[in-house]
């Protein structure tokens, strides 16, 4: 029903920024929350932020909240994440995500896009 491909990714040094997109596609898709997630090696698959579609509430990890900034372009059916002043653990393979569900669990997300590898330098 959704279909979900992120891009944006990159190789950047501690304080810099880079902007995800993730763009969006389905019949029902405006029906749906978008969430970014990360995975790091050896490490489990975490929540990130969350954004309704129509409504924009947003929500945020602790980790990111005040440098990471999620949107959405709803004429565009693109989501953002903005990232600002990277830090080194926030290396990591980031995902977008939709679900019909509320909270930040991933096992509650229905689709998923691909990843894309954001690396960050000391």
């Known amino acids: 029903q959704v279909h979900l491909v992120e891009s944006g990714g990159g190789l950047v040094q501690a304080g810099d920024s880079l902007r995800l997109s993730c763009a969006a596609s389905?019949?029902?898709?405006?029906?749906?929350?978008m969430g970014w997630f990360r995975q790091a090696p050896g490490k489990e698959r975490e929540f990130v932020a969350r954004?309704?579609?129509?409504?924009?509430?947003?929500t945020y990890a602790d980790s990111v909240k005040g440098r990471f900034t999620i949107s959405i372009d709803k004429a565009k059916t693109l989501g953002y994440l903005q990232m600002n002043t990277l830090k080194p653990e926030d290396t990591a393979v980031y995902y977008c995500?939709?679900?019909?569900?509320?909270?930040?669990?991933?096992?509650?997300?229905?689709?998923w896009g691909q990843g894309t590898q954001v690396t960050v330098s000391s």
């Open positions: 995500a939709a679900t019909t569900w509320g909270g930040t669990a991933a096992r509650n997300f229905n689709f």
């Open positions: 389905g019949r029902a898709f405006r029906n749906y929350a």
């Open positions: 954004i309704n579609w129509l409504g924009g509430t947003t």
